[in-house]
């Protein structure tokens, strides 16, 4: 059973930075696929970053250049570097690990989300 805990999220100015954090109880972290996940108010939950078992990355066009996943494999934790922030990144931010081994269409496991919020 796998429980994913996020942190980190807050109050940014634009062209600030936050990192969040998730943390990974379960077994097998390495062959998770880790993704990060946001969900603005009044819009649908979509991928803004992917790392899979390989170490390869995947990102949303609108966070290319500015957000950067990475992953601690003894610390069992997943991050989200979020650099030059707008208005636009303003979401809740939520975790997804799933299990390389169930397929690209497996829905994963879920955290609870962290709230992110950039104005000025």
């Known amino acids: 059973h796998v429980q994913l805990v996020e942190s980190g999220g807050g109050w940014a100015q634009p062209g600030g930075s936050l990192r969040l954090s998730c943390a990974f109880s379960?077994?097998?972290?390495?062959?998770?696929?880790m993704s990060w996940y946001r969900q603005g108010s009044g819009q649908e939950r979509e991928e803004v970053a992917l790392?899979?078992?390989?170490?390869?990355?995947r990102y949303a066009v609108s966070v290319k250049g500015r957000f950067t996943i990475s992953r601690d494999i003894p610390k069992n934790t997943v991050y989200l570097q979020m650099n030059d922030l707008r208005p636009e990144d303003t979401a809740v931010y939520y975790c997804?690990?799933?299990?390389?081994?169930?397929?690209?269409?497996?829905?994963?496991?879920w955290g609870q989300g962290t709230q992110v919020t950039v104005s000025s």
């Open positions: 997804n690990a799933r299990l390389i081994y169930d397929g690209p269409d497996a829905a994963g496991s």
């Open positions: 379960g077994s097998m972290f390495s062959m998770n696929v």
């Open positions: 790392i899979n078992p390989g170490g390869g990355t």
